[in-house]
Each structure stands twice: as C-alpha cells, then as structure tokens.
C-alpha cells in the first residue's frame, strides 16, 4: 500500500516543480522529501522522476500517480473537514424517531432550541410507537428514538433508555361524565363505555381498571388521540389519556382530571454510549424542552 506523506511528497514537487519547492511547501528538509521519492518508486516498482540538468521532472508514470494523488489527497482533506464538522457540530444528520404525541410537542421545541444552537445538523424524523421504534433501532434505520414506558415494563433486550420527563395519565370525559372534585374513581365508570387504543396499546388502561377492581367495556378503539376525544365528546364513552396528547390537541368538549398514574417518556437509542456529537446534541435539546414548565 503506498504511504501517504510519500504520495503527499510527489503530488508536491508536481505543483511546485521542484524538490527544494515541495520541500518548503511542506515544511521537511529537502532529503526528506528525496527519501520519501525513493521510497515510493522502490514500493511502486515504478520509475516517477528523471533527473534533468540539476533539477528533476516526473515521468509519465509519475505524472499519472501525481494526479490520482491529488485527488486521494483532496477525498481526505474533505472527509477530516466533514468529520471535525461532525464532531464539532457545524453539521450532522441525525435520523430520529418519535411517538405521535411527543413528535407533536416535543420535538418541534427541540428543533427550534437545535436551529438557534446548532443550525447545521439536519434532522430527519419518522413517527412511531415503542414497538415500532425500537425495530428501527436495531435495524439502523434510526440513531435515536423518543419513546415511553410504564413503570412496570422491562427494557428491551440491546436498547439503552434514560427517562426525561413523567407524563402523568388523565380520565377524560364529557362535560355531563365529569367526576367530582377531589380523587378520581375509576370505579365509578365500571359501567360506562370506554375509549381505548389498539389492543397492544392498551395495557396501562386495563391495569388502572383492574386496580379499581372492575375489567372495562371497549365501546371503541382508535390509536388516534383526536378521534378518541371526539368519541368522547359525543357521549360515546371515557378514556385515559398521557399529558401529551392533551397538549398536543385537547377538544374543547371534554372535561381532563388527573389521576394517580404516569407513564416514563424516554430517549432510546440501541446499545450503550458513546454516541455521535450531533445524537447527543438532540437528545440534549429534546431532554431541555421536555423539562420546561406547561
């Protein structure tokens, strides 16, 4: 494999046309750079200069190897620039992944704090749920996932998550279905309808049911936190809702109380530190907005 400071050596004394110019364009002494020019032609097997008079020339194979080299110089001169970019953070792409409620709070704050900090990362965002989230980590379709847990979940196998903020669960109901001052009964809603997600999703209601000590009746099921507080607000049934999604969109018809329950809203990302500059530069954005008062 040729060595790069003997091909730095050549592709100088073809800009400058001489050993003594390459010499001092590179700062070595002028036996140095002789030495690096023996060097390479006894690698290459190639004739690279001819003397003429008291000065050298490079041969044609020489000229053609001076070329190549500029170029494999110049592709690594712009790969360490776009490198300490990276890590500096004057740019970066940072691929994220976030559940509807949180790309719908969350992450535009934190794309407001990165433009006014790091203005030169990009990031690309897909919406998904946990489930779906972490596939996408592990496949490497994604660097980074704004996800959420109940407490009682365990961690995925090779996902790493570090909690950023609690978002406590709400009953919501109609105006003429709203609870009393004071705690919240879940019993009380035993025979009432209820407003649930899908049925991978909705865990936390029936453990909350369960802890009242009835099991629900699903009148309806929509993932869709605005058809659910629609159905809601027509007298459909009640339903239990994160603080989030109440930020996202609240229906002006629906009474929120909260209850004595949280799910854990978290970044994810596959495997353990170190990350890239630019991941830790969102995860820090998304960490700050998520700490700021509603």
Do not use: K, N
Not at 45 to 57: E, I, N, T
Not at 74 to 79: P, V
Not at 152 to 157: H, I, K, M, S
Request: proline fraction near 7%; charged fraction near 20%; glycine fraction near 8%.
């Amino acid at each position: 494999m040729i060595d790069l400071r003997r091909l730095e050596a050549l592709v100088a004394v073809h800009r400058t046309g001489s050993v003594s110019a390459a010499a001092a364009q590179l700062h070595y002494g002028q036996p140095t750079i002789s030495h690096h020019l023996r060097r390479l032609e006894a690698e290459t097997g190639a004739v690279l200069l001819q003397r003429v008079g008291r000065g050298v020339r490079l041969t044609p194979e020489g000229e053609r190897l001076a070329r190549r080299g500029e170029e494999i110089l110049g592709l690594l001169a712009r790969a360490e620039a776009e490198l300490a970019a990276a890590t500096s953070l004057q740019s970066g792409r940072v691929r994220l992944a976030a559940f509807p409620s949180g790309a719908a709070t969350l992450v535009p704050d934190a794309l407001a704090l990165l433009a006014t900090r790091h203005p030169g990362i990009q990031l690309d965002l897909v919406e998904a749920e946990p489930p779906e989230a972490y596939e996408l980590l592990r496949a490497g379709e994604v660097d980074l996932a704004l996800t959420f847990a109940y407490p009682d979940q365990p961690e995925p196998d090779q996902i790493t998550s570090v909690p950023v903020v609690d978002d406590p669960l709400h009953l919501v109901t109609s105006a003429s279905a709203a609870p009393s001052e004071g705690a919240v009964d879940l019993g009380a809603y035993a025979q009432t309808g209820w407003i649930a997600g899908c049925e991978r999703c909705r865990r936390e209601l029936l453990s909350l049911c369960a802890d009242a000590g009835f099991t629900p009746a699903i009148a309806f099921a929509s993932d869709d936190y605005v058809a659910v507080q629609s159905l809601v607000a027509s007298g459909l049934g009640v339903t239990v809702l994160p603080g989030l999604a109440l930020r996202a969109h609240q229906h002006r018809d629906v009474v929120r109380r909260p209850l004595a329950a949280h799910r854990r809203v978290q970044l994810s990302t596959y495997g353990a530190p170190p990350r890239p500059a630019a991941v830790d530069a969102v995860a820090a954005a998304l960490t700050e907005v998520a700490g700021r008062p509603t």
